[in-house]
């Protein structure tokens, strides 16, 4: 996720899905990030993939590619504008989810807001605590928590956008939210069908596994390819917590219809993908052997930098030494040899020195955030899910 978005010439409004989905594209605010990432400067709405880069970890943008530069500068012309549309996509279906993720923002879960505004009336020192953070602890900062961000429900918007992708859009990444509770989600792939385009089509939807459809997925067949990414990111009563309230049964039910249609149609691909973070980083080896051994494949996307309080990096020596004990151990079973590489990566990001008095800082952010947190919620603590952290920090 940036830290900033695309903002109009004006320099106040952002650009909403009623300006037209390619609205921002040629913008003063697109064109001078364009001019100054070919004059090798750095720009403010990347600076989480610079901080991964900086501790030897790797980004989003390094995840997806850069593609070939030279292509690049030949359609940028000397004032930053683009000469050409966009093929790829990545398309928002608002922030209507069904859970409350630990690392998520209300911008992508209308759940997380609405429970921040229960916890400010629960307690509302607590909640002026977690404004003062101005991200530390969840990534809310600014905006509205009482936004339901559905632009899909305005049909002219919703058609205009299709009508858009039909026209100049090969590749779409689809997000949300959750975009499979949200029926305007599959009319998407009814409308390209009228259009006799679906079949050019190479639809990606990310999704949190809790809920699928045939409405979704009888679509699928008539795709170029199809890529289903579960957000994943344990085992169990840990992807519970993290995936707040998610069901772990009802994700497994729900990935082995997805593998079904993926084994019955070579241009349908399903994964689940888990971002290692404090909470779930010394499972990083046993989850990948595990969907391993289901027949399923992993991607481990880049460590989550936001909230702080996620960062592994800002946690006592004493537990990371625990940690890469574990994925030192079980590394070698892992197969897949990407993920392999990438836990390999980890183990040397672990151990890495960082400031005491940010880890001492970070810590005591941690423990009050989710002590709080676990109790509003009624929840499994972090205490019983992670012991030897509990150990550890001694708070």
């Known amino acids: 996720m940036p830290t900033e978005f695309i ?12 300006d037209g989905m390619f609205a921002g594209w040629n913008s003063d605010y697109m064109k001078s990030v364009r001019l100054k990432m070919l004059n090798g400067q750095k720009v403010k709405a990347c600076e989480k993939c610079y901080l991964l880069e900086s501790h030897g970890q790797k980004s989003l943008r390094q995840n997806g590619g850069s593609g070939n530069p030279d292509d690049y500068k030949d359609k940028v012309e000397a004032d930053g504008t683009m000469k050409t549309m966009p093929v790829d996509i990545e398309l928002h279906f608002g922030n209507v989810c069904n859970l409350k993720c630990k690392m998520c923002s209300h911008y992508f879960s209308h759940m997380i807001g609405k429970e921040m505004l229960a916890v400010q009336k629960d307690d509302p020192d607590f909640f002026h605590w977690i404004q003062e953070q101005g991200g530390n602890v969840n990534n ?47 009319q998407m792939f009814e409308y390209l069908k009228s259009k006799n385009s679906l079949k050019d089509k190479i639809v990606k939807i990310t999704t949190n596994g809790t809920n699928t459809n045939p409405k979704m997925t009888e679509w699928f067949a008539e795709m170029k390819g199809v890529e289903i990414m579960i957000s994943l990111d344990a085992l169990d009563r840990r992807n519970k917590y993290i995936r707040y309230p998610s069901d772990w049964q009802t994700i497994m039910n729900n990935l082995k219809k997805y593998k079904t249609i993926a084994d019955s149609h070579s241009h349908v691909r399903v994964f689940v993908a888990p971002t290692p973070q404090i909470l779930n980083v010394d499972q990083l080896a046993d ?69 005491q008095e940010e880890i001492v800082g970070n810590v005591k952010d941690f423990v009050k955030y989710n002590d709080h947190m676990d109790k509003f919620r009624k929840t499994d603590s972090w205490r019983d899910l992670l012991p030897d952290l509990e150990k550890v920090i001694g708070l």
């Open 7 to 18: 903002r109009k010439n004006d320099g106040r409004n952002q650009f909403h899905m009623r």
């Open 140 to 186: 809310w900062v600014t905006g509205d928590l009482t936004e339901v961000y559905d632009w899909y429900k305005d049909k002219s918007v919703l058609e205009n956008t299709f009508e858009e992708i039909h026209n100049h859009v090969e590749g779409i990444r689809v997000i949300g939210g959750e975009p499979t509770i949200i029926p305007e989600f599959w």
């Open 287 to 355: 989850f990948c052997k595990f969907f391993e051994e289901q027949g399923v494949s992993v991607g481990i996307n880049p460590d989550v930098v936001s909230p702080k309080i996620l960062n592994f990096n800002y946690f006592p020596m004493d537990y990371k030494k625990i940690v890469i004990d574990k994925l030192d151990a079980k590394v070698s079973h892992v197969q897949n040899k990407i993920n392999r590489t990438h836990i390999e990566n980890t183990i040397k990001v672990l151990q890495k020195e960082f400031s």
